[in-house]
């Protein structure tokens, strides 16, 4: 970590779904900066274990826990046990996400559920969550992993199109909610990044046509623009904001 670079000592950050893709390069980032980092996983402890133990060799802090945070006893008892351990809260990395990708009149309403389900509804449940512990802190810092695919439409995506869109929307209003006592809330909104997520798609070369850079983002490439939205004070005067990560894709 260079000195001239503002550190997370002593912060607490959750990223609900790091075990692997996006939110374990976030955990590697805000953990490198010095933060104390709650890796939330669904169903790969093996891979939150194992970055874990890497984060503590590096000198670190971290802990694994898991909860499916589309559900909300789950997402409760995730924030009680971050609480009893940490006693605070200082940033919330809503990254956990799926797609079930397929056309309008295939799309089945369990299709459409499951991905409002977690994109949106674990988005709500786990900001609700966090922002009762902040609102006490008088601070934090809430950021949120949008997609293009929100912004600018995606044939084959319409729920996880409509989620994220909803978590744009969702970002703004929490945004001036919270503001007065000293809590941001943005949104980071991805283009296509190497991930398992983006690993079966099959038109490539299709795809990069529309990415001005030419090719996919990596992980790190998204950790470093959410470390810059947790860092203080570089960050403290910007809320309600969405920023791409694309490659060009987006241009407002
Ligand atoms: P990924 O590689 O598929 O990883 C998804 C992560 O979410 C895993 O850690 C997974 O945990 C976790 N997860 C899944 N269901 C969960 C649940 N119910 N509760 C808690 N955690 C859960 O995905 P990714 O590409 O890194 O995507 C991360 C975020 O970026 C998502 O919000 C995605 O929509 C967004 N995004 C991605 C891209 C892209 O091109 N990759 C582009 C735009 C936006 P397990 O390992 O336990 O399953």
């Known amino acids: 970590m260079s000195a001239n670079l503002p550190s ?19 955990a590697q980032e805000l953990a490198s900066y010095g933060a104390s980092i709650v890796v939330n996983y669904a169903s790969s402890s093996a891979a939150a274990d194992s970055l874990v133990a890497e984060i503590t060799a590096a000198g670190g802090e971290a802990i694994a826990l898991q909860a499916d945070v589309s559900q909300i006893d789950q997402v409760e008892a995730l924030f009680n046990a971050v609480i009893d351990k940490y006693k605070r809260i200082d940033i919330l990395v809503n990254n956990a996400g799926i797609t079930r990708d397929t056309l309008l009149l295939r799309m089945k309403p369990e299709d459409w559920q499951a991905v409002i389900n977690l994109n949106l509804t674990g988005v709500f449940l786990c900001t609700r969550a966090a922002s009762k512990v902040m609102l006490k802190q008088r601070s934090g810092r809430i950021i949120n992993i949008a997609s293009v695919a929100g912004q600018m439409g995606n044939p084959g995506q319409a729920n996880y199109s409509a989620a994220k869109a909803g978590v744009i929307g969702f970002t703004k209003t929490v945004a001036k909610e919270l503001a007065p006592r000293g809590i941001t809330v943005n949104a980071v909104s991805p283009g296509f990044i190497t991930t398992d997520m983006t690993s079966n798609l099959n038109n490539t070369e299709e795809i990069l046509k529309y990415i001005p850079l030419g090719r996919y983002g990596q992980p790190e490439e998204v950790a470093g623009m959410v470390r810059f939205l947790a860092a203080d004070p570089a960050a403290a005067y910007i809320t309600g904001q969405v920023f791409n990560v694309d490659g060009g894709m987006v241009m407002a």
Do not use: D, E, N, P
């Open 8 to 26: 997370l000592q002593g912060k607490v950050a959750i990223i609900t779904g790091a075990s692997r893709g996006i939110g374990r390069a976030i």
